[in-house]
């Protein structure tokens, strides 16, 4: 299975101020993210995760890493610095991916679009960094966890959530 997720700014205190997410500490929040990535990832699925991972030394972050099922894929956000980049544990790591699945063009950057590649043939575009209050372009979703329910989430549900809020 593919899952998609973003901005999950493990040890970074802003996002508690900043987000509301429902959580007294840091401790807390990583550890709750931790344990809803792992109730949803099997440890033989591929994690894209779109910017935004954790504050922290490299050896903190490829221990969060490591605890963390799947083989993870990062696409680098603005908030993730030379530790998160050079840690341990990506599969890959880049800017901006494209990937053809079923049929079906994905673009994945941290960033939103306004247009993308092969936008006029119905290709899609993922992204984070609006951490769910971006109003959406068709065929673009934020994959972020404060729009998914703070955990990473299939193809399929990612399609789903947008056509249930439209519906």
Known sequence: MIYFTSDTHFADPRVLRIDRRPFGSMAEHDAALVRYWNEVVGRDDEVWHLGDFARGDAEAVEALLASLN??????????DGPATVAAKGWASIQHYAELLIEGQLFILCHYPFRTWNKMGKKSVNLHG?????????????????????????????????????AG
Do not use: C, E, W, Y
């Open 129 to 165: 960094h609006s951490h769910g209050k971006l109003t959406p372009m068709p065929r673009q979703f934020d994959v972020g966890v404060d729009a998914q329910g703070l955990r990473p989430a299939t193809l399929d549900q990612i399609m789903k959530r947008r056509r249930a809020r």
């Open 70 to 79: 799947g083989r993870k894929h990062l696409i680098i956000g603005n908030n």
